[in-house]
C-alpha cells in the first residue's frame, strides 16, 4: 500500500501570503495526485488533478507541483475563505485504489 | 445540477448489518465510476471502496474488506454499500463520491455524507 505523507499537520499563515503544502508517497505515483479542500461541516472539494490540474471553477491562486514522490499545493495569495483543511490523494498504484494523506490544517497567523 | 445524496445512517450494534443509498442525479450515471470515504468526525479521509463505471470492476480498502460490498444499479442510478459485521471503528460520516472518470482516478463530485454510528 502506498502511504501518503503531508507536511506539515499546521500551517499558520496570515491572510495575503503565500502558503505551501507538502506531499510525499513512499512510491512513485506518477502524477496521479488530486488535491481537496475541506472546510468544517462540508464535504471535500476537489481543487487540483493530474498532481497540477485545477479542477473547474478553481482559482487561478491555487496550483499544484511534482511527480513521482514528491508534490506540492501552493496557495499564492492567502485569502479568508482559503482555511481550511488540505488533503492529497494518489490514485496510482495496483490493485486500482486511492490513499489519501492525513491532511494539512491552514489557519490563520 | 450535479447531485449526490445519501441515506441509511444510523445507529447500530457491533456485529450487525446497515446499507446504504446513495442517489445521482444532473449527470449519466452509467458513465462514471463511483467511490465510498470514511471520516470520524474530526479526523482525516479514509477511502472504502470504488466500483467501476458499468459494475465490472470493484475494490475495497484493507479494513472493510469481505466485510463491506459495493454495488450500483445503474437503471437507478443508485450506488450502494452493505456493510456486514459492523466494529465500532467503523463510526463514521460516509461520504458517495463519483470518480472523474469511469475508473479509479480522482474524486470530483462528494455528497454531504450520512453518519454511521456502532455502538452498544
Known amino acids: 500500500e502506498i502511504v501518503m505523507t503531508q507536511s506539515p499537520a499546521t500551517l499558520s499563515v496570515s491572510p495575503g501570503e503565500r502558503a505551501t503544502l507538502s506531499c510525499r508517497a513512499s512510491?512513485?505515483?506518477?502524477?496521479?495526485l488530486a488535491w481537496y479542500q475541506q472546510k468544517p461541516g462540508q464535504a471535500p472539494r476537489l481543487l487540483i488533478y493530474g498532481a497540477s490540474t485545477r479542477a473547474t471553477g478553481i482559482p487561478a491562486r491555487f496550483s499544484g507541483s511534482g511527480s513521482g514522490t514528491e508534490f506540492t499545493l501552493t496557495i499564492s495569495s492567502l485569502q479568508s475563505e482559503d482555511f481550511a483543511v488540505y488533503y492529497c490523494?494518489?490514485?496510482?498504484?495496483?490493485?486500482?485504489?486511492?490513499?489519501f494523506g492525513q491532511g494539512t490544517k491552514l489557519e490563520i497567523k | 445540477q450535479v447531485q449526490l445524496v445519501e441515506s441509511g445512517g444510523g445507529v447500530v450494534q457491533p456485529g450487525r448489518s446497515l446499507r446504504l443509498s446513495c442517489a445521482a442525479s444532473?449527470?449519466?450515471?452509467?458513465?462514471?465510476?463511483m467511490h465510498w470515504v470514511r471520516q470520524v468526525p474530526g479526523k482525516g479521509l479514509e477511502w472504502v471502496a470504488v466500483i467501476w463505471y458499468d459494475g465490472s470492476n470493484k475494490y475495497y480498502g484493507d479494513s472493510v474488506k469481505g466485510r463491506f460490498t459495493i454495488s450500483r444499479d445503474n437503471s437507478k442510478n443508485t450506488l450502494y454499500l452493505q456493510m456486514n459485521s459492523l466494529r465500532t471503528e467503523d463510526t463514521a460520516v460516509y461520504y458517495c463520491a463519483r470518480d472523474r472518470g469511469q475508473r479509479t482516478t480522482e474524486i470530483d463530485i462528494w455528497g454531504q455524507g450520512t453518519l454511521v454510528t456502532v455502538s452498544s
Open positions: 490523494q494518489q490514485y496510482n498504484n495496483w490493485p486500482p485504489g486511492v490513499t
Open positions: 512510491q512513485s505515483v506518477n502524477n496521479n
Open positions: 444532473g449527470f449519466t450515471f452509467s458513465s462514471y465510476g
